[in-house]
């Protein structure tokens, strides 16, 4: 599995980590790791991902609409600094707490 979906013993954080290139062929897991549930907190966790491209910017918009726009929890952690770098110039650092 590329794309791992945990949820804490409260059942109010679902973190999801994606291995790997984050690109559009992991569109589906992606997409499957969050749909079906109500959201609270929600952690992207990037430690893995090897590289992520304008299809993973868009999965993550989707994310956030689906957990709720501007009021959504959702932190993007553990990026390289490749990908910390895209997300900054894709001004996603004002969408998102990316630590």
């Known amino acids: 599995m ?8 409260d059942g ?3 973190t999801i980590s994606v291995k790997g290139r984050f690109d559009f062929a992991k569109h589906q897991e992606f ?5 079906s549930r109500d959201l609270g907190e929600v952690v992207i966790d990037l430690k893995e991902a090897t590289y992520l491209d ?19 929890d959702i932190r993007v952690v553990n990026s390289s600094s490749d ?4 997300l900054a110039i894709s001004n ?8």
Do not use: C
């Open 54 to 72: 304008s299809s993973a910017l868009g999965m993550l918009l989707l994310l956030r609409d689906h957990a709720g726009g501007d009021d959504s």
């Open 31 to 35: 997409r499957e790791s969050y749909e």
């Open 2 to 9: 590329s794309v791992v979906t945990e949820i804490s013993p």
């Open 92 to 99: 996603f650092d004002k969408l998102f707490d990316i630590t």
């Open 12 to 14: 109010q954080k679902l």
């Open 83 to 86: 990908v910390r770098k895209i």
